[in-house]
């Protein structure tokens, strides 16, 4: 069964770091691009990052580059996602997602999602 | 960046309509556009791939259409089931989405 688990979400104050994680299983992980995308309490889907299939490039949205890393352990199967700089606005569900390819097409697993809540 | 435009942003309808949701982008991305779903408390689903094809398992009712800007998705006969959000997704320039489309029981 194909499965990805994200974990690490918590309530963090403004300013502060967090690390997400994402173990995948059921598929082989190393050949797929990975990403992240998060949801605003009631709003609509944000793309935020992606790492292609071998870790050779990784692009952000604007609004987290600087701020955010994208990460990838084939070894552990095993996607991360490094916040830094955590502003309110970063409150959202991060939702760990597999790509069709091992670039960028389009989304075809998703995890549950961890919440992320920056507050002072 | 490469800006997507949904509407309605949202629309009530009845069992066994017709429904149509169009999605414009701010450029011309070619076929580069994917169809999501998403039920209320769940995550996306994929419906629509390339502007037109159908992911296995989705139903028949559903259909996309459009390339270059203006793209459409559409229920041919809505069911109890297809009541949720819908979104496009461009992948011509990194991953943008579009605003959303809530689709509501008249």
């Known amino acids: 069964q194909v499965l990805l688990v994200e974990s690490g979400g918590g309530m963090v104050q403004p300013g502060r770091s967090l690390k997400l994680s994402c173990a995948a299983s059921g598929f082989s992980f190393s050949d797929y691009g990975m990403h992240w995308v998060r949801q605003a309490p009631g709003k609509g889907l944000e793309w935020v990052a992606v790492?292609?299939?071998?870790?050779?490039?990784?692009y952000y949205a604007d609004s987290v580059k600087g701020r955010f890393t994208i990460s990838r352990d084939s070894s552990k199967n095993t996607l991360y996602l490094q916040m830094n700089s955590l502003r309110a606005e970063d409150t959202a569900l991060y939702y760990c997602v597999r790509d069709v390819s091992g670039v960028i097409n389009a989304f075809d697993i998703w995890g549950q999602g961890t919440m992320v809540s920056v507050s002072s | 960046d490469i800006q997507m435009t949904q509407s309605p942003s949202s629309l009530s309808a009845s069992v066994g309509d017709r429904v149509t949701i169009t999605c414009q982008a701010s450029q011309d991305i070619g076929n580069y556009l994917n169809w999501y779903q998403q039920e209320p408390g769940k995550a996306p689903k994929i419906l629509i791939y390339d502007a037109s094809n159908l992911e296995t398992g989705v139903p028949s009712r559903f259909s996309g259409s459009g390339s270059g800007t203006d793209f459409t998705l559409t229920i041919s006969s809505l069911q109890p089931e297809d009541f949720a959000t819908y979104y496009c997704?461009?992948?011509?320039?990194?991953?943008?989405f579009g605003q959303g489309t809530r689709l509501e029981i008249k």
């Open positions: 790492i292609w299939y071998d870790g050779s490039n990784r």
């Open positions: 997704q461009q992948y011509d320039n990194l991953i943008t």
